[in-house]
């Protein structure tokens, strides 16, 4: 049997930070973690990977949201990925919950 779990927060807020794009980069930054390694192979999370995550996390959780989107570079996954990000929140958020996001 599996028990259900309330996901609480003194505050109220949760910052999940989440890598949606693998070590790709095309900053090749000297002091950046992911210098040593492949930062040429472009790994983006599956957009079935990120609803499972919504729908899962928000599932569990009642509280506001801040939602840090980290990577390599983020922002190698494209504006319609991150157009895509709002349309799940706005399917999964509760009545009374807020959602923010941080790149």
């Not at 790709?24 to 040593?36: E, G, I, S």
């Not at 980290?70 to 919950?97: C, D, N, S, T």
Request: glycine letters at 6%.
């Amino acid at each position: 049997m599996v028990e259900s779990a309330i996901v609480t927060s003194p505050l109220k807020t949760m910052v999940p930070i989440i890598k949606v794009v693998g070590d790709f980069c095309n900053l090749n930054c000297k002091y950046c973690f992911y210098n040593a390694k492949d930062q040429i192979i472009r790994h983006v999370m599956s957009n079935d990977l990120l609803e499972k995550f919504f729908s899962e996390y928000l599932d569990l959780f009642s509280g506001n949201l801040f939602i840090i989107w980290h990577g390599g570079e983020p922002l190698l996954a494209g504006l319609r990925y991150f157009e895509h990000i709002v349309e799940l929140e706005k399917k999964y958020l509760k009545k009374g919950q807020t959602i923010k996001n941080a790149i």
